[in-house]
C-alpha cells in the first residue's frame, strides 16, 4: 500500500449572499487557491460553477476533525509517560509491600474514592486509584497513591508518594505542602531534620517546603 499525508490549508464559510461570495473570492483568490474550502449550508450550481471556473478544491457540509495544540499533544504524552512510570514503581512496590503486609500493617485498595468520601487508615495505604475532589484521606502510616489527586490528604507517616491536581489540599505533619511542587509527576514527599523534603520520583531536582 502506497501512502501520503498532507498538512492542508483549510477555509470554512457559508453562503449567504452569492454576490458577495464571489466578489470576496475574486479579490482574495490568491490567499486561498491552495486552500480546502469548506461550504457550510445550502450551495447553488451557480456557487459551484464559480468555484470549479477558479479552480478552487471545495467541499459542503462535512465536518473535519478538529486539531490539537501542541501542548495539549505534550500534555497527552507527558501523561502517558507518568503513566508508564507509576505502573513500574507500583509493581515494584506492591511487591515489597505486600510481603511484609502483616508486619507494616498495610492496607491496598484499588477503589476510586469519590467526593464525599472520608477514609481514615491507621497504618499504611496503598492506593492503586484517584481520589475524587471532595473526597479525604486521612492516615497515621506511609502513603503511596498511584493515581491523581484531586481531594484532601492528611497524612503523618514517614513519607508519601503522590501526584496532585491544583484542586488538591494536601497536609504532610500539619503542613500544607503546595501543589505547585506536586503536579505533573509522582513525588516522593518525606520529613528529614523537621523539614518537608519533595523529591520528584523519575526527576533528579529536590524542592524544600519551609
Not at 471545495?58 to 490539537?68: A, C, H, M, Q, Y
Not at 507500583?90 to 502483616?102: C, D, F, M, T
Request: charged share 25%.
Amino acid at each position: 500500500m502506497k501512502n501520503k499525508q498532507y498538512s492542508v490549508k483549510v477555509y470554512e464559510c457559508s453562503v449567504d449572499d452569492e454576490a458577495e461570495f464571489m466578489a470576496f473570492f475574486d479579490t482574495n483568490y490568491p490567499l486561498f487557491r491552495d486552500h480546502l474550502i469548506v461550504i457550510n449550508g445550502y450551495l447553488s450550481d451557480s456557487i459551484k460553477e464559480y468555484l470549479e471556473s477558479k479552480p478552487l478544491i471545495f467541499l459542503n457540509n462535512v465536518t473535519l476533525p478538529k486539531g490539537r495544540t501542541r501542548k495539549a499533544l505534550e500534555d497527552e504524552l507527558k501523561a502517558q509517560q507518568r503513566e508508564i512510570d507509576i505502573d513500574r514503581l507500583v509493581a515494584e512496590s506492591r511487591i515489597a509491600s505486600l510481603s511484609n503486609r502483616l508486619q507494616n500493617n498495610l492496607t491496598v485498595l484499588d477503589e476510586r474514592i469519590r467526593s464525599g468520601m472520608e477514609l481514615n487508615i491507621e497504618g499504611d495505604l496503598l492506593l492503586l486509584n484517584r481520589v475524587n475532589s471532595g473526597a479525604t484521606i486521612n492516615i497515621s502510616g506511609n502513603l503511596i497513591i498511584t493515581q491523581l489527586v484531586e481531594g484532601a490528604i492528611r497524612c503523618d507517616g514517614n513519607f508519601m508518594m503522590l501526584t496532585a491536581s491544583p484542586k488538591a489540599n494536601v497536609i504532610f505533619h500539619g503542613v500544607e505542602v503546595k501543589n505547585s511542587f506536586l503536579e505533573d509527576k509522582l513525588n516522593r514527599v518525606e520529613l528529614k531534620n523537621n523539614e518537608i523534603v519533595i523529591t520528584p520520583v523519575f526527576k533528579k531536582e529536590i524542592n524544600w517546603v519551609s
